[in-house]
């Protein structure tokens, strides 16, 4: 009896063990499906952080033309833009795209 045990316990254990171990390498803290998670949200990350510098820099830009060298030719866009407004006798048209 004992000699049988010891027999189907020299066979089960290596197949639990690599059953465990293929479970963990694949699909733990730490595996593949894990890893590529991980790489996927980075690189979402990287495009992200690409964006807002992109938008940072157009945001200084557009800061630096309203500081102390106030250029009057953007103040005039930023107007007409946000008030809709024009000079005397001109006309102003609103399209609206549907």
Excluded: C, Q, W
């Excluded at 020299?10 to 595996?31: A, E, K, Q, T």
């Amino acid at each position: 009896m004992i000699n049988t045990i010891k027999k189907n316990i020299i066979l089960v254990l290596p197949i639990i063990l690599i059953i465990y171990f293929s479970l963990n390498l694949l699909g733990g803290n730490r595996g593949l499906f894990a890893y590529l998670d991980k790489k996927d949200r980075f690189e979402n990350l990287l495009k992200k952080k690409i964006f807002l510098t992109n938008e940072i820099t157009n945001l200084k830009k557009i800061n630096s033309l309203i500081e102390a060298n106030l250029d009057k030719d953007y103040l005039e866009i930023l107007i007409r833009d946000k008030f809709v407004v024009g000079k005397k006798g001109e006309n102003t048209y609103i399209i609206k795209n549907e």
